[in-house]
T-cell receptor
Framework: DAGVIQSPRHEVTEMGQEVTLRCKPI?????LFWYRQTMMRGLELLIY????????DSGMPEDRFSAKMPNASFSTLKIQPSEPRDSAVYFC????????????FGPGTRLTVL | AQTVTQSQPEMSVQEAETVTLSCTYD???????LFWYKQPPSRQMILVIRQEAYKQQNATENRFSVNFQKAAKSFSLKISDSQLGDAAMYFCAYRGGADGLTFGKGTHLIIQP
């Protein structure tokens, strides 16, 4: 089992540019989550999907952020246009359910917006 | 909204000793789930232990155990026989019925050799 795969691992971009982060969940997992980690705000849930359908996007900070899950094995988180305050580590996680089910996290993407 | 509070930004313990990390949470729900995750410098998030709110018995995983006090809304993590590999950030997390995880701000655990 390869675990949750995220790409790229590091991204450096300039303010105003579009950024796309990618995630491949563990095969068979029907829940996918996007989190953001910063020193100031800690780990925050941005959005989660169930069977490719967005269920809760209340954590998405603003319209510049969008997430999609076109199929069970791929999700993207897009920021357009990017701003320096978007600099953070973005984690993708997947699980087979909610409740007590373990969320398996990817290695994260460190985004730096200059 | 649920909140999770970890009041200890940093803790230090001697190798082989026992340390307890604190976590409190605020919720109006009666059924929920609690987790402790470990994040070493590699930044990988690793599940340490988990507990269902309606189970009275405290969860245990080898050297890791919790003290769950539902009335006090407290979920502390005890690490026995601390090892150098336990050094990491530890995050307490809460989940309601149909939610993602709500995390505390974390406790940085230092193991003194």
């Amino acid at each position: 089992d390869a675990g949750v795969i995220q790409s790229p691992r590091h991204e450096v971009t300039e303010m105003g540019q579009e950024v796309t982060l990618r995630c491949k969940p563990i095969s068979g997992h029907d829940y996918l989550f996007w989190y953001r980690q910063t020193m100031m705000r800690g780990l925050e849930l941005l959005i989660y999907f169930n069977n490719n359908v967005p269920i809760d996007d209340s954590g998405m900070p603003e319209d510049r952020f969008s997430a999609k899950m076109p199929n069970a094995s791929f999700s993207t988180l897009k920021i357009q246009p990017s701003e320096p305050r978007d600099s953070a580590v973005y984690f993708c996680a997947s699980s087979t359910g909610l409740g007590l089910n373990e969320q398996f996290f990817g290695p994260g993407t460190r985004l730096t917006v200059l | 909204a649920q909140t999770v509070t970890q009041s200890q930004p940093e803790m230090s313990v001697q190798e082989a000793e026992t340390v307890t990390l604190s976590c409190t949470y605020d919720t109006s729900e009666s059924d929920y789930y609690l987790f402790w995750y470990k994040q070493p410098p590699s930044r990988q998030m690793i599940l340490v232990i988990r507990q269902e709110a309606y189970k009275q018995q405290n969860a245990t995983e080898n050297r890791f155990s919790v003290n769950f006090q539902k009335a006090a809304k407290s979920f502390s993590l005890k690490i026995s026989d601390s090892q150098l590999g336990d050094a990491a950030m530890y995050f307490c997390a809460y989940r309601g019925g149909a939610d993602g995880l709500t995390f505390g701000k974390g406790t940085h655990l230092i193991i003194q050799p």
